[in-house]
Nanobody, 125 residues
């Protein structure tokens, strides 16, 4: 059973930065898609970024391209989301998720099996 624990959320002013971490354990497949998703109040959960473990191929949603960077530390089984130039519209609960590579559609939340508990990111104007 894969377990995911997020950390690093908080409150920042517009233009600021945050780095989210997702520590994973219990892998049973050799390769996974690891994704970051977010859900704002009253909105559907949406994909933000995703990465293939080991291979390093990454994917980004259009609203965050050029501002967010997903990365991984394989030795620590940890995936990061560096968020720069934050905007008020980035305010949401951010979730880390994992899917076996064979089932992965990178930015589609419905394709992910394992989810973390979420961490709040609030960006004020």
């Amino acid at each position: 059973q894969v377990q995911l624990v997020e950390s690093g959320g908080g409150s920042v002013q517009a233009g600021g930065s945050l780095r989210l971490s997702c520590a994973a354990s219990g892998y049973t497949y050799s390769r996974y898609c690891m994704g970051w998703f977010r859900q704002a109040p009253g909105k559907e959960r949406e994909g933000v970024a995703a990465i293939v473990t080991g291979g390093g191929i990454s994917y980004y949603a259009d609203p965050v391209k050029g501002r967010f960077t997903i990365s991984q530390d394989n030795a620590k089984n940890t995936v990061y989301l560096q968020m720069n130039s934050l905007k008020p519209e980035d305010t949401a609960v951010y979730y880390c998720a994992a899917a076996p590579l064979s089932a992965c559609v990178p930015l589609q939340p419905g394709q992910y099996t394992y989810w973390g508990q979420g961490t709040q990111v609030t960006v004020s104007s």
